[in-house]
């Protein structure tokens, strides 16, 4: 009975890591469908000098809105499966907060519809919200890394370059001529949802990995060959 009950429980969390890591795949691929179809859709943009910031104001904001929405829900996915799916150490608890805080920080962007767009009217946020969103987005790969690393080194180690490159490409956007910031910002969106895409992939595969009857799928219980075996890749 004990038995049945724990491979109930181990499918069940099996099935969870899934679900969750599958949404926060399509909820970044939602995010740049909504980014393409404004682009298309909207009037008079120019994708190279406009930015997303554009796109969300005006008559379609609903479409960039549903993006963001769809995206801030994604990191919450992975906020969820870091804390499910405890790699350990401190970095990663930090790093599992800092996704749920990621996602607050999206939602708002979309929900208050400010934009940077010189909106004097009440509190003004967009600016600060932006200034956070940069600095996590520089930590949080390099703090989920080195958990990253018990699984796949190869996962690891490109955490850390995309926290590298966050580090170094992010402060640019800031100082670039408005003819080309756009695009610019539309790759700094690549570097965003890489993160979590990996981070996603890394949990879905860690999930098919983990031994029957292990309902936490704690790494530490997966097989060393199989650990060795990735670690090579």
């Known amino acids: 009975?004990?038995?049945?009950?724990?491979t109930s429980n181990h499918q069940h969390s099996r099935a969870l890591v899934a679900v969750l890591g599958w949404y926060a795949i399509l909820g970044c691929a939602i995010f740049g469908a909504s980014i393409l179809v404004a682009d298309f859709i909207v009037p008079d943009h120019d994708w190279i000098s406009d930015t997303i910031s554009d796109l969300g104001?005006?008559?379609?904001e609903?479409?960039?809105?549903?993006?963001?929405?769809s995206f801030s829900a994604a990191l919450i996915s992975i906020a969820l499966l870091g804390a499910h799916v405890h790699f350990g150490g401190t970095r990663w608890s930090i790093g599992t907060v800092g996704f749920a805080l990621l996602a607050?920080?999206?939602?708002?962007?979309?929900?208050?519809?400010?934009?940077?767009?010189?909106d004097s009217e009440g509190v003004v946020i967009h600016i600060?919200?932006?200034?956070?969103?940069?600095?996590?987005?520089?930590?949080?790969?390099w703090l989920m890394s080195h958990g990253a690393a018990v699984v796949s080194q190869t996962t690891g180690s490109l955490l850390k370059i995309i926290s590298?490159?966050?580090?170094?490409?992010?402060?640019?956007?800031?100082f670039l001529p408005t003819s080309i910031d756009g695009i610019y910002e539309r790759y700094l969106g690549l570097l965003a949802c890489a993160v979590v895409i990996l981070l996603a992939r890394l949990f879905i595969r860690h999930g098919h990995r983990a031994p029957r009857g292990d309902e936490t799928l704690r790494p530490d219980l997966v097989p060393p060959a199989k650990h060795s075996a990735e670690a090579t890749r």
């Open 128 to 141: 600060y919200l932006v200034y956070a969103l940069g600095l996590l987005m520089a930590a949080l790969p």
């Open 164 to 174: 590298g490159l966050w580090a170094v490409s992010a402060p640019v956007f800031f």
């Open 1 to 6: 009975m004990q038995n049945a009950t724990a």
């Open 62 to 69: 609903f479409i960039v809105d549903v993006g963001l929405y």
């Open 57 to 60: 104001a005006g008559r379609y």
């Open 104 to 118: 607050l920080i999206v939602f708002l962007v979309g929900a208050r519809n400010e934009y940077g767009d010189r």
